[in-house]
């Protein structure tokens, strides 16, 4: 059963104000709590009772399974391992997510490693926030992982997003794609006080016509500190793209390494960094609007995570 504050960290990271209709997975302090299946798409356990298999049929248009994690248990950390199989010419959306409410001064963790299959010609948006809370001092720890594999003109969008409370996070993305299939990886994180995240991505333009977009964008706040590294390789002709842009405040501190890696003589890289502060001209002119100091930082950090 779900109760009240469960149903909080739902709301969060997957937007969810009740039991979602169609295909779900909800898992809550390490077990399943809640499971549905639909017509073109199938959930069950692994084999090895890892995590989850979703096997999603081929041609399955307009449909969305919704898979949260949500954890209260003080010392636990969760480690799941889920497949996921889109069957070819499908257009999906998976929704997925993971909430961390620590109540005592004992650690809870989540490592979450997804690992997609997209068939040809079809179609992924992933969407995954993460999110911590609660009055403990226990440490929050997330730490997600998606690979992703794409086959002949197949299309994913992933958003990434870690909202705030996680004081540690170990953020891996890898991606090998297939002729003319393409991928859209948009990841946000902000950090705050003394929290910490990494983010590696690795990314191989494999396939012939293949194409690749990687952007980040980082609020560091506080004493907190964040790394980003993006390596992107090209085997083919193809097209790839990286830009990491961050805004440093109080005493943050960030450090970002863009990577591009051709091994194709017709392959087209490129990349654009930037590390900064919130720019004054900004602030003032907001602040002519009416709002207060906090109020047009506010402003302008949520435009930026946009």
Known sequence: MLDALDKDLLKVVADLEDIPKGAYN??????????????????????ENTGIIVTIAPGTIN???????????????????????????????????????????APEGHE????????????????????????????????????????????VEMELTQIGGVDDADRLNEATLGAGSSI????????????????????????ENSRSNMVSRSVIKGNSRQNFYATMTARAKCVGHIECDAIIM?????????????????????????????????LMKLMSLGLTYDEAVNRIIQGFLR
């Open 26 to 47: 909800i898992r809550k302090n390490g077990k399943l709590a809640s499971r549905a299946t639909s017509a073109n798409i199938n959930i069950e356990t692994n084999a």
């Open 63 to 105: 449909e969305s399974v919704h898979i949260p994690v949500i954890l209260s248990e003080a010392g636990l950390n969760d480690v799941v391992y889920n497949t996921f199989i889109v069957g070819s010419g499908s257009d999906v959306t998976i929704i997925a997510g993971c909430g961390i409410h620590c109540g005592g001064s």
């Open 112 to 155: 979450g490693i997804h690992e997609f299959r997209v068939g040809k010609g079809a179609r992924v948006k992933y969407v995954e926030k993460h999110y911590a809370t609660g009055p403990g001092a226990g440490k929050r720890t997330l730490n997600p992982t998606t690979k992703v594999f794409l086959e002949e003109n197949a299309h």
């Open 184 to 207: 859209l990886i948009m990841e946000r994180v902000m950090t705050d006080g003394n929290q910490k995240a990494s983010s590696k991505n690795e990314i191989i333009l494999a396939g």
């Open 250 to 282: 109080d005493n943050g501190t960030n450090e970002t390494i863009p990577a591009l890696r051709a091994e194709h003589p017709d392959a087209e890289l490129s990349h654009e960094a930037s590390i900064g502060k919130i720019a004054g001209d900004q």
